[in-house]
Nanobody, 112 residues
């Protein structure tokens, strides 16, 4: 059984930073593509950043230069370092493992 669990969300002021973490179990982690998505109130879920099993990364235009996705195959974890946060980044952030496995989400609120 696959488990995907996010952590690290919270309240941060504009311009601040947060680091999200996601731990995965029950799957051959090193062979799986991973991604972070987010969903703001009243909006569709959108891709924020992805990293392939080979380490190739991609980012939404809105976060390029501010967010960094990384993975640790030994620890079976994927991270999202978020810098220069804006109010528009406020959303529930979800970790996606492979094509079908999702975490429960972690809330990120950017507000003064």
């Amino acid at each position: 059984q696959v488990h995907v669990v996010e952590s690290g969300g919270g309240l941060v002021q504009p311009g601040g930073s947060l680091r999200l973490s996601c731990v995965v179990s029950g799957i051959t982690f090193r062979l799986i593509d991973l991604a972070w998505y987010r969903q703001a109130p009243g909006k569709q879920r959108e891709l924020v950043a992805g990293v392939t099993s080979g380490g190739v990364t991609n980012y939404a235009d809105s976060v390029k230069g501010r967010f960094t996705i990384s993975r640790d195959n030994d620890k079976k974890m994927v991270y999202l370092q978020m810098n220069s946060l804006k109010s528009d980044d406020t959303a529930v952030y979800y970790c996606k493992c492979g094509r079908v496995y999702w975490g429960q989400g972690t809330q990120v609120t950017v507000s003064s």
